[in-house]
């Protein structure tokens, strides 16, 4: 199983960007794709995540309205659309798949990408 993420890169605020998942080596479309991101120094958190089948959409407080979550099962390919962007949302973003709803824990999730870095500079 491959989960690897791109899009990330370095903006300013107020910017938009859309970061792309693709998934291999699974059934993509029996999979909740889930979004998390890490910025230094502080613990993983959720950021939005898609059910597998009805396309349930769940966000964190902090990205809601902002952030959009979105999956295209016939291109194995799951995206993050970030507008409005703030430095506080630099971190490290993660993709994972995992069974079940659109959950936000972790440990809900099997499968992970090796991450991709976004910066939001003031």
């Known amino acids: 199983v491959r989960v690897v993420e791109s899009g990330g890169g370095q903006v300013q605020a107020g910017d938009s960007l859309r970061l792309s998942c693709a998934a291999s080596?699974?059934?993509?479309?029996?999979?909740?794709v889930g979004w998390f991101r890490q910025a230094q120094g502080k613990e993983r958190e959720f950021v939005a995540a898609?059910?597998?089948?009805?396309?349930?959409?769940a966000y964190s407080n902090s990205v809601k309205g902002r952030f959009t979550v979105a999956r295209d099962n016939a291109m194995n390919r799951g995206d993050l659309q970030m507008s409005s962007l703030k430095p506080d949302d630099t971190a490290i973003y993660y993709c994972?798949?995992?069974?079940?709803?659109?959950?936000?824990?972790?440990?809900?999730?099997?499968?992970w990408g090796q991450g991709t870095q976004v910066t939001v500079s003031s």
């Open positions: 994972a798949l995992g069974h079940g709803p659109e959950n936000s824990r972790e440990r809900d999730y099997q499968y």
């Open positions: 898609i059910s597998p089948a009805l396309g349930n959409q």
């Open positions: 080596g699974v059934t993509f479309g029996l999979y909740s």
